[in-house]
């Protein structure tokens, strides 16, 4: 680290001791981070977590894990509708990537802030889709508020 001081006009440069760069490596200067619930890691981690939910046919975990935003929205019965109705038109799933991750500002029809799409690309024996998995900040993490999945569209 090198520090630079003025003096009548001239710039005189000034190394730290080894001492004083020893103090400050100590562990009483180490950046305190704690838990970050809501990094965008979490926010991958949330969402493959709540994917697999549709994947192993329990959509009424899906909604009890859901933001109360979801819920409010949503009833737990239609869900469990919207969710066997994929399953059927899609058929099993044969593998999932993850793709990309979209910072949303103030959706339309949701409290304003700022939310995450997480999205997927999805392997159905009847078709490939985007799965896109919507978060929403809370106190312990991000809280899934809304799953979409459409068609992927090749270019041609």
Known sequence: MRTHTATAGKVAAVTPSAATFGAMLTIA?????GPQPNSLDNAVSSATHWVRL??????DAMWLEAGAMMQKLVSREEWSRYIRRIRVDRGPLQAREWFEVTRVRDPVGLPAGDYLNVIFVAHYAKAMQFETISLAPG?????????V???VQHEV
Do not use: M
């Open 29 to 33: 200067h180490t950046p305190k981070l």
């Open 149 to 151: 999945i459409r068609p």
């Open 54 to 59: 549709a994947e192993l046919r329990r959509p």
């Open 139 to 147: 106190a312990s993490g991000w809280l899934p508020v809304g799953y």
